[in-house]
Every structure is written in C-alpha cells, then in structure tokens.
C-alpha cells in the first residue's frame, strides 16, 4: 500500500488522532454483499459489541440490533452513508470515534477548500497559422486560476521558446468566442504558424475518492501537501468531535467533564490551527517561486 494512497492516508490519520485510545475492531470471517444484513466475525465478540453500536467496515456505517456468538445482525447504510459489498478479512470498527467515513468526508471537503492559493500546474502545446490573433485553451482547462507562462516555439527554430505577450479573455463554456473551455488567449503582437506553449495554474479538486486511488497520481494533489492534508483533517473532525462532547444528551465517550475541563481543548487547537496555516503559507511561498500565476 503506496504512503500516498487514501486509503493508507486515512489510516495514518486516524492512527495519529486515536493515540492512546483504546479501538475495538473485529474481521469479517467471509465475504458479505452490500444487502448481508448478517455480519460475519472472526474475532470472539467483545463487551462492545452490543445492540445499538455502530460498526465501521470501509467507507459504511451498519447499526447493531442483536448479537450472537460469533456474528451479529445491523442495518445496513447507517446515517446516510452507503451500503457496499466487503472482502473476508476486511476490519470491523466497533463504535469507532473517528470512523474512515467521517475521515474521507474531511478529506474531501478539506482539498475543495484550499482555493486559489493553493493550485496544481498543467501545460499544453497548441498550434498556431501565421497571424492568428487568438487560440482557445483546450476542455481540460476550464475553472483555470490563471496563466503561468506562455512561450513561443518557431517552425523554423526548434530551440527557442521565447515568452509570447498574451491576454485572457475569459467567458463561459459555449460562448462563441471560446466555446470549449471559455478562455482564450489574445496574442499581442502578430505570430508565424508554430506551436504555443501554455503553462496554466488549475484547481485541485477530490469529488469521491476510492480508498485504493492514489492522491498524487491520480488526483494530482502534490506529494509536499500530503501533510497539509492530514492536518487539516484532523483539524476538522477534532472540531466535530467537540461539537459532540459539548451536546446536552448523555455521552456515549468515557471521559467526563471534570476529567476534562472547559476549553481545555482550545489550546491544543490553536496550536494546530497555527501549524496548519505555517504549513500552508510555506506551499503558497514555494508555487509563487516555481509556478507565479502571470495572467489572470
């Protein structure tokens, strides 16, 4: 499993948050469909499994309604996550504190947070007729931050690629002017037939991630902001998980009030707030200095 993969990185991440605590977890002892309502185990069942728990297989929820001794019934797709089939031996979470569900959700919503400031660079090589005075970025370009660079290669010099003076016009997908992607590039000065190089700074986007993607390869997120990555997640469900322990209703989490006091948690996430955004200002400091976004 790559360092690098969802699902290693969501492992490590609830590793990091759990230190010291005390998970119960189970095996799936054979394959079950995403409608087996009987849960299949092949670990002797524990004092925490008991009715109304909440088991955690992959990126599904399951509800407990009865026990036996060595399986146990649930309903399937609890609180709005989705029911799927699971491999024998796949790990069985027993009313886990951070469970993968809620750790993939922050991922998701932690990348599609990052913004403009944050961004990945694509490039591309598009031909040009003598004096053509515009050329449209391909599909793949559209929501582009900005432009990075533009440079010029000559049918008739292959070697240099000068920087070419463009401007941007943007619009939306379809309009007549650039219909594809909604940006063109205006060329300043007359151009001969050749090719245009275009270095564009674009978005970085998860949608749904599968657990055995990888972020680098096949999201494009850099290997440096990994890191980033794991701290804002644990930010965000660390976040949630106070919400929980300031509810009104009776609390399911062993740790009392006088064992841990008010706002006692307020220092040890002020000081991961501040690391994060540390962290996060070194990654825009570093594309600013490779990759500055030159035309917008």
Not at 51 to 71: F, H, N, Q, Y
Not at 97 to 119: C, K, T
Request: aromatic share 6%.
């Amino acid at each position: 499993m790559a360092r690098t993969e969802v699902h290693a990185t969501l492992k490590r991440i609830r590793r990091q948050l759990a230190a010291g605590h005390r998970s119960e977890v189970n095996l799936l002892s054979a394959a079950i469909s995403d409608t087996t309502e009987t849960i299949p185990l092949a670990l002797e069942v524990t004092a925490a499994l008991i009715p109304g728990a909440v088991l955690g297989i992959g990126l599904e929820l399951m509800r407990v309604k009865t026990v036996g001794t060595s399986d146990c019934t649930v309903i399937r797709g609890w609180l709005d996550s989705t029911a799927a089939a699971h491999a024998s031996g796949d790990e069985v979470q027993i009313s886990p504190r951070f469970s993968l569900l809620d750790l993939h959700e922050a991922m998701i919503a932690e990348v599609n947070s990052w913004g403009p400031q944050i961004y990945r660079v694509e490039s591309t090589e598009l031909t040009v007729a003598a004096s053509q005075e515009a050329v449209e970025l391909p599909a793949e370009f559209i929501g582009a931050y900005g432009i990075c660079r533009v440079a010029r290669k000559y049918s008739t010099d292959t070697t240099r690629w000068p920087d070419l003076p463009v401007r941007v016009t943007r619009g939306e997908v379809g309009w007549t002017g650039a219909p594809t992607s909604g940006i063109l590039l205006r060329m300043i000065d007359p151009v001969d037939s050749g090719t245009v190089f275009v270095l564009a700074a674009m978005p970085i986007t998860l949608t749904d991630p599968d657990l055995t993607d990888d972020l680098v390869t096949d999201h494009k997120i850099p290997e440096s902001m990994i890191d980033v990555l794991e701290m804002g997640v644990k930010l965000r469900v660390a976040h949630d998980a106070e919400y929980a322990r300031a509810s009104r209703q009776a609390q399911d989490d062993s740790r009392r009030t006088e064992e841990s006091p008010a706002q006692g948690f307020t220092q040890p996430m002020q000081f991961g707030v501040a690391l994060y955004r540390n962290r996060v200002q070194q990654e825009v400091n570093k594309l600013r200095a490779q990759y500055p976004i030159r035309i917008r």
